[in-house]
């Protein structure tokens, strides 16, 4: 297959584009689109403070990359969730953030949940009822809470996250399945901030499929951790990304027009009469002093009280 | 007249001859879920097997 620019050897073919590209082709498109879906959804310009959340995987360290070629400075956020496993997991992905921030001379602030609040991810799971069947919703309460007091607190305009189409079609199909309207309404390739403590948050590769923002690591010599999270075995969003790929596989195209009709839907107000989504009032969580819609403490810190109870009481 | 194909721990043996994303499907692959890689290039799919290739798939899909 030749690529469509210089009939020279491709190296990715889009079907749902229907563009075949080469190496050298490959690697100006995805920073011209990302440059692009930065514009057109208004996520940031070059005067923004810009923090990107940094796992160690290949989405978010090709976001940091592509940022730095468009001339975005950004620094970069990793959470250190002490997950290990049989690969030292959460350890790996640091190595890959720090050689990544090193080589690229970049600042990496590195928060570590096990410092913060005295024990890791897997320990808070075992010790919760949220955590029962699956560690990842404290993990993703926690990642929450951190990118956005780090976010606030040094005065970034934005934090930005790897998230691609593959994430956001899994996310919107869970949510659809469960007609859960208030995520729904949420869901967007940016979700503007609040001066009362929630920072603006953008995904730039959200119309990307997952298999280019890999391509791009790969062309690039873009190391991260290839293992999967030891907790993320079974995960539903995997599981949802499986039945989208085989809708996918038989029709090109099906996982972006699904996310791309979502969004037209939503801007034509298909989310926005029902009465659940009322906003609740925010006020500063009793703790730790960021809004919250409940009446005392938010839920990181109710979660994470627990677990020092729990710990306490053991 | 046989091709290794590699994804994560697991080796593979397919016949030459046909294309990756036949061999893909043979395996019950899901082919938007790897990168067919060949000495450490990047191949699209449509890409013949000849008797003695070894193509690393990349697993590309990720999540929790």
């Known amino acids: 297959m030749k690529c469509r620019k210089c009939d020279n050897k491709a190296v990715i073919n889009m079907r749902q584009h229907k563009l075949a590209l080469c190496s050298h082709h490959y690697l100006s498109w995805l920073p011209e689109k990302t440059e692009h879906f930065i514009t057109k959804y208004k996520m940031f310009d070059r005067a923004d403070r810009i923090l990107v959340a940094v796992s160690g995987g290949k989405d978010s360290l090709v976001l940091w990359d592509v940022l730095q070629q468009l001339g975005y400075e950004a620094d970069g956020l990793y959470i250190d969730l002490g997950i290990d496993g049989e690969y030292a997991y959460s350890e790996e992905s640091k190595r890959y953030s720090d050689e990544f921030a090193n080589s690229n001379n970049l600042k990496l602030i590195v928060a570590e949940v096990t410092k913060m609040e005295g024990a890791s991810i897997l320990k808070a799971a075992s010790l919760t009822h949220r955590g029962k069947d699956k560690p990842c919703s404290i993990c993703g309460l926690t990642k929450r809470h951190i990118m956005n007091r780090v976010g606030f607190e040094g005065n970034y305009d934005v934090l930005v996250t790897g998230h691609n189409l593959d994430d956001e079609a899994a996310l919107l199909f869970g949510n659809a399945l469960n007609w859960q309207v208030g995520y729904l309404a949420r869901q967007g390739p940016v979700l503007d901030g609040n001066p009362n403590g929630f920072i603006k948050r953008a995904k730039p590769f959200c119309r990307f499929y997952e298999r280019e923002t890999a391509a791009y690591s790969l062309l690039r010599g873009i190391d991260y951790i290839y293992e999967e999270c030891p907790s993320a075995v079974g995960a539903k969003s995997i599981y949802f990304k499986e039945i989208l790929n085989q809708m996918e596989m038989d029709r090109p195209g099906t996982k972006l027009q699904f996310y791309l009709a979502f969004l037209r839907a939503k801007e034509n107000g298909a989310f926005t009469s029902d009465p659940g989504l009322i906003e609740t009032p925010l006020r500063k969580c009793d703790s730790c002093g960021q809004p919250t819609s409940s009446p005392d403490e938010c839920a990181y810190c109710r979660m994470w009280g627990r677990v020092r109870e729990r710990m306490e009481a053991n | ?64």
Do not use: C, F, H, Q
């Open chain 2, 1 to 64: 007249m046989t091709v290794r194909m590699i994804l994560r721990k697991k080796v593979y043996e397919v016949k030459a001859g046909m294309t990756i994303r036949d061999a893909i499907l043979k395996l019950d692959i899901m082919p938007e879920s790897v990168l067919p890689v060949k000495n450490g290039e990047l191949l699209t799919d449509d890409e013949i097997l000849k008797d003695g290739d070894e193509i690393r798939l990349v697993a590309v899909i990720s999540g929790g």
